[in-house]
């Protein structure tokens, strides 16, 4: 079985996310191709671990690896929002790990146009049995609504200048190969772009991944949806590898620690002036040097995980 992807702050996940009774659940929300649940597995021998993704390629990389942990482990082909927001067990968890990361195999082996290096097809999809393809956001978006979609997910500066080239070229034909677009983006910035520090079509791809997978969204949806369902007691880790997503946990954890986090039109408080959690790290958790070194993705990993204090329901109620 050849893995191509190692997951990151694997010590660290390991320090926050250990079990601290016998027999206990641990959801990891991001499964990929089982790395962290396959140290969890190991190290803890009646730990019990339910593996979610979305991606079916990826998930028989798993189920392979994880086979001989059966049956303390089980496998749903799902995304991970959808998996919370009608959580169908009836035991809760007492671990939950969210790795938002992009796994090494989408860029090396799904051939879906995650990378510029390649000459793929451009799908981006995680699933791709459902919704629109990055082939799809290229050719059809109108160029404000591309060059907004590049600004916002990307945080691309020359968003409007990349919009622009792509809705010119795209007239000659659609635009339908990673590579094309790549080399498109390229021949359409500055010289002193062109040769920067990273290559100019990262943060553009970047965008285009993050739209395609509805990943903020989904987001916004899991980190109130998994606390709802977590034990009290129980803790909740979530890695983040893009400012965008850091702030949206970084801010939703200062909320939930918050006494009351009830809206200021309410009369009263409703959720009983309680922290509904305790942030256990109060700054995120970063890869040591020499995990960068030994694996360069990880550099922009951050890892921030709090422990559940109350029982109140956040859905419909906070973001």
Wanted: hydrophobic content about 35%; aromatic content about 8%.
């Amino acid at each position: 079985m050849d893995i191509v992807h190692y997951s990151v702050l694997k010590e660290e996940v390991c320090e926050y996310l250990k079990p601290d009774a016998p027999g206990q659940l641990l959801v990891d929300g991001t499964m990929g191709e089982g790395g962290h649940s396959q140290m969890f597995l190991s190290r803890f021998s009646d730990l019990n671990v339910i593996g979610l993704d979305a991606d079916r390629e990826i998930q028989k990389i798993a189920m392979k690896r994880l086979g001989s942990f059966a049956p303390r482990v089980m496998f749903r082909h799902t995304w991970f929002n959808d998996y919370f927001k009608d959580y169908p067990e009836d035991e809760k968890p007492d671990r939950i790990l969210l790795d938002l990361g992009i796994s090494v195999f989408h860029y090396e082996r799904s051939g879906a146009g995650f990378s510029f290096s390649k000459d793929e097809k451009l799908d981006m999809r995680l699933n791709r049995e459902e919704g629109l393809s990055a082939e799809d956001i290229v050719n059809d978006f109108d160029e404000k609504d591309l060059a907004d979609l590049i600004y916002e997910y990307g945080e691309e500066r020359l968003s409007r200048k990349i919009a622009s080239a792509i809705c010119r070229a795209r007239k000659s034909g659609r635009i339908v190969s990673s590579l094309q677009l790549a080399e498109l983006i390229k021949s359409n910035v500055p010289p002193s772009y062109r040769y920067g520090r990273i290559h100019p079509a990262t943060r553009t791809f970047q965008a285009i991944r993050i739209a395609v997978n509805s990943e903020l969204d989904r987001l916004d949806e899991v980190i109130k949806d998994a606390l709802d369902v977590l034990k009290v007691g129980g803790r909740l880790g979530i890695i983040t590898f893009h400012s965008l997503e850091d702030r949206k946990v970084k801010h939703f954890f200062r909320e939930m620690n918050k006494k009351c986090i009830c809206p200021p039109e309410l009369p009263s408080c409703q959720c009983g002036g309680v922290p509904i959690v305790n942030i256990l790290t109060r700054k995120p958790v970063v890869p040591t040097e020499k995990e960068v070194s030994e694996n360069p993705p990880s550099r922009s990993a951050k890892f921030r995980v709090v422990e559940k204090l109350a029982d109140f329901s956040v859905r419909n109620f906070f973001l």
